[in-house]
T-cell receptor
């Protein structure tokens, strides 16, 4: 149980284009999903917290107009990188927090990640 | 500033030995602590969570928590080459709206 999927697993795009990444919780409902970014040899940096049915909360320094997050249902959150540039090339990982109370609700399960390369 | 500190390593241990990974955190009010394993090019995989002082064992893994010292550790017994990965310590800080703060990770290398 507690499986999180991401699509696509990798994407290469031209500078200036937009890229959408999907994050799905497959066998549980997630009231909260998180989006992280990881540059090579660095740790995960939280970009934003996404709550179903409400606006995402962005971390300091993350441009909300550039990284659009939509959490339309309890099983799907999307991250759109708008007008991508080479410096946006990174490994983007989502995680989902269980909505069930029978399991510690603060446990986060990670998707497999999406590697974005902007040329 | 909320911080989670780990030695970057690499920590090199022989196969069959005990690997000891350490983590300190800055927020005394933190209640939830996690260890994740990350293989190169992959996303983190949850190994263990710990919430109370003391030890928590799961197979070859033992997590240890000392809130007074703001210290959490992970012991891996009978280390295997397949355990070679980066181990991330994550802390849910008090008042953090369920946000996890990750350490930079410790790279573990288990050699045959």
């Amino acid at each position: 149980g507690a499986v999180v999927s991401q699509h696509p697993s990798w994407v290469i795009c031209k500078s200036g284009t937009s890229v959408k990444i999907e994050c799905r919780s497959l066998d549980f409902q997630a009231t909260t999903m998180f989006w992280y970014r990881q540059f090579p040899k660095q740790s995960l940096m939280l970009m934003a917290t996404s709550n179903e049915g409400s606006k995402a909360t962005y971390e300091q320094g993350v441009e909300k107009d550039k990284f659009l997050i939509n959490h339309a249902s309890l099983t799907l959150s999307t991250l759109t990188v708008t007008s991508a540039h080479p410096e946006d090339s990174s490994f983007y990982i989502c995680s989902a927090r269980l909505a069930l109370t029978s399991i510690p609700a603060d446990t986060q399960y990670f998707g497999p990640g999406t590697r974005l390369t902007v040329l | 500033q909320k911080e989670v500190e780990q030695n970057s390593g690499p920590l090199s241990v022989p196969e069959g030995a005990i690997a000891s990974l350490n983590c300190t955190y800055s927020d005394r009010g933190s209640q939830s602590f996690f260890w994740y394993r990350q293989y190169s090019g992959k996303s983190p995989e949850l190994i263990m969570s710990i919430y109370s002082n003391g030890d928590k064992e799961d197979g070859r893994f033992t997590a240890q928590l000392n809130k007074a010292s703001q210290y959490v550790s992970l012991l891996i017994r009978d280390s295997q080459p397949s355990d070679s990965a980066t181990y991330l310590c994550a802390v849910m800080f008090s008042g953090g709206y369920n946000k996890l703060i990750f350490g930079a990770g410790t790279r573990l290398a288990v050699h045959p």
